[in-house]
């Protein structure tokens, strides 16, 4: 089994930035990607950013400019750095991974952007 934990969260004003954490743990054999998605109140669940095991990245339109994806495989963990937040980055924020052949979901951290 594997568990995502993700870590970062807060109260931010806009303009302000944060650095979300995700750490994988228990059988991993393989990562072929990892990311990050957002659920706002009333929304669904969409993608902010990923990067494979390669380093292919790939970005919500919405977040171009300001998050940057990255990761250390040899620590199993992918970060989101946020930058020039804006109101509306405000949601509960996933961490995903394609590990060993199956999809896993973190427990979400919540970010929110308010003076």
């Known amino acids: 089994q594997v568990q995502l934990v993700e870590s970062g969260g807060g109260l931010v004003q806009p303009g302000g930035s944060l650095r979300l954490s995700c750490v994988a743990s228990?059988?991993?054999?393989?990562?072929?990607?990892m990311g990050w998605y957002r659920q706002a109140p009333g929304k669904q669940r969409e993608l902010v950013a990923t990067?494979?095991?390669?380093?292919?990245?790939n970005y919500a339109d919405s977040v171009k400019g300001r998050f940057t994806i990255s990761r250390d495989y040899a620590k199993n963990t992918v970060y989101l750095q946020m930058n020039s937040l804006k109101a509306e980055d405000t949601a509960v924020y996933y961490c995903?991974?394609?590990?060993?052949?199956?999809?896993?979901w973190g427990q979400g951290t919540r970010v929110t952007v308010s003076s």
């Open positions: 995903n991974g394609r590990i060993n052949l199956s999809n896993y």
């Open positions: 228990g059988s991993i054999f393989s990562i072929y990607a």
């Open positions: 990067i494979t095991k390669d380093g292919s990245t």
